[in-house]
């Protein structure tokens, strides 16, 4: 009777074990028979495609129009909302050739990339919006001073009536 | 086992393993010094500290704004709460009333980063158990609130998403749409969960009656959050002392008083459900108004001492600023909930196998930069 017993509850044991095992395996067998409910994308073959957020956080651009004119005043308010010194701003003076008077231009705007931790306070302290993050997420380089950018174009000027 | 070696007659010696700091299980790096005997755990000793970044120092040379997004880096899978926590600080040091509308985005945020987390938990609690199943099953229905994330805060992770006196942006118009979308998803998606991993046999046996923590010890050993209270430690800094917009929903707190490992499964499994029930009641009722408050470019906080705890989805995280009326804090302190729980692995631990303690790591769900920070 004993042993009966045992030799029931020990059954009953594998019939649970099994049932509970099965439970779990019904549900990837049901995946493996629905394959569009995978949602695997296939990254480099779909870059045409890939569109990223509006607000995704890639890197710090300085926005320029078709005259190749930016917003930057050279303020320095970033370079001071910045936590880890990502960006430089390097000054020059411009005589003004018609009035004659001296301001205060961009020579340089230097980000350092391989520095930024993505923070988006850069862009909200700009009083102008000269800056922006941009939504490209592919930054892997050969040589770790190409992540040094400079991000205002060669010849490229303030947009008149942005000082004011 | 320890009692049969000595019926032998034979004479065994204890000796220490290394696990980790490079251990896939160990989530991170973490180094457990190990005295066992056999395969029976005698002593757990964590040596902390490989990913040390000095939070706290950087933090005595930083502004007020540029403090938030360092506490991103501390507990990555509540880095929203992690955030919150300092505005709130900051924001009671300024004595500074926040708008309705940024308690509850802030609420709604916090409670889909807590269930980010957990599913995270969840597979990666599986995959140590050695079912790479759920990994993938927890990753997939993360990824639909890491795009919620991405499209109204901008990143996927490190979010940064608070700024003292509100939050950074607006929410995005699709916010609301594609957060109810994810909570019909995941509501069919749980029970789901719980076929794969709850009621299975093998799991149930690896986690029923190991790593048992009593409350006493949990109170004693700070052990809080689903962690404490799978032990019966009522610890919801949520009931306790709401902040932002706890006090206007209705939600349980999940109480286990087993306080083995399958316990505190049970609590983190309750809690997902409880904050879906949460952001339900607030989802439709965000009120209409400004996404921040306006606060001075340079925040200066008055003299004295501030602290504000807050419910991670591991636990109690309290901050705490003095300040010497400058444009950064005197002295920060942040009081992780993951360095807590930690210490408790010793006495869970004790007479264990080794196998278990993979177990109870990743029912504790230890997040090691916030151990060091």
């Known amino acids: ?164 | 086992m320890n009692t049969e070696t000595v019926e032998l007659g034979k004479e065994t010696q204890e000796y220490f393993i290394n696990m980790g700091p490079q251990h896939p299980s160990t989530h991170g790096v973490l180094r457990l010094l190990l005295t066992l005997d056999g395969e029976i755990i005698k002593k757990v000793e964590p040596h902390i500290g490989y990913i040390h970044r000095s939070i706290e120092k950087m933090c005595e040379h930083d502004s007020y704004q540029q403090i938030v997004h360092l506490t991103d880096r501390m507990d990555y899978l509540s880095c929203h709460m992690n955030n919150e926590a300092v505005c709130l600080a900051v924001e009671a040091g300024l004595q500074l009333e926040v708008p309705e509308r940024v308690k509850v985005i802030r609420t709604i945020v916090s409670e889909l980063t807590r269930l980010s987390s957990h599913q995270l938990w969840w597979g990666v609690m599986g995959m140590d158990l050695g079912a790479i199943t759920t990994f993938l099953y927890g990753f997939r229905d993360r990824e639909m609130i890491t795009d919620i994330f991405e499209e109204t805060c901008g990143a996927r992770l490190t979010m940064n998403y608070n700024v003292p006196g509100g939050v950074m942006f607006d929410i995005h118009p699709n916010f609301q749409k594609r957060t109810k979308e994810f909570i019909t998803h995941f509501k069919k998606k749980l029970p789901e969960y719980e076929e794969l991993l709850t009621g299975n046999v093998i799991f149930e046996e690896r986690t029923k009656d190991i790593g048992y923590l009593s409350k006493e010890d949990a109170i004693s050993y700070g052990v809080t959050g689903p962690s404490g209270r799978a032990s019966g430690f009522s610890c919801d800094i949520r009931k306790k002392h709401p902040y932002s917009a706890y006090d206007r929903v209705e939600f349980r707190e999940v109480i286990h008083t087993d306080g083995d490992t399958y316990a505190r499964y049970v609590v983190r499994m309750d809690e997902m459900r409880e904050s879906m029930h949460i952001i339900e009641q607030l989802i439709d009722n965000i009120p209409e108004g400004e996404h921040k408050a306006k606060t001075k470019a340079v925040i200066k906080l008055p003299e004295g001492e501030y602290y504000q705890r807050i419910e991670t989805a591991r636990g109690e995280l309290g901050v705490y600023v003095i300040s010497d009326n400058k444009k950064s804090p005197y002295r920060v302190k942040f009081r992780s909930p993951g360095f807590s729980n930690l210490s408790a692995l010793d006495t869970m631990a004790r007479g264990c196998k080794i196998a278990d303690l993979v177990a109870m790591m990743s029912t504790l769900d230890l997040v090691i930069p916030d151990i060091d920070r």
Do not use: W
């Not at chain 1, 078709?66 to 320095?76: A, L, P």
């Not at chain 1, 301001?103 to 980000?111: E, N, P, Q, R």
């Open chain 1, 1 to 164: 009777m004993k042993i009966a017993k045992s030799v029931a509850r020990y059954i009953g044991d594998v019939i649970y074990a099994l049932k509970t095992l099965l439970t779990g395996m019904k549900i990837t067998g049901y995946y493996f028979f629905h394959p569009k409910e995978i949602l695997t994308q296939q990254y480099p073959e779909n870059r045409d495609t890939l569109k990223m957020f509006e607000r995704f956080r890639g890197e710090v651009i300085l926005i320029h129009d078709e005259n190749n004119e930016h917003k930057c005043t050279g303020c320095s308010a970033c370079e001071i909302a910045c936590p880890n010194g990502t960006i430089e701003i390097i000054n020059k003076r411009e005589v003004d050739p018609e009035t004659g008077k001296s301001t205060k231009a961009i020579d340089k705007f230097v980000y350092h990339l391989q520095m930024c931790t993505f923070c988006n306070l850069c862009i909200i302290a700009c009083p102008t919006d000269a800056i922006k993050m941009s939504q490209d997420f592919e930054h892997a380089v050969f040589d770790r001073t190409q992540l040094t950018k400079v991000l205002n174009n060669p010849g490229s000027k303030l947009m008149p009536g942005i000082r004011e």
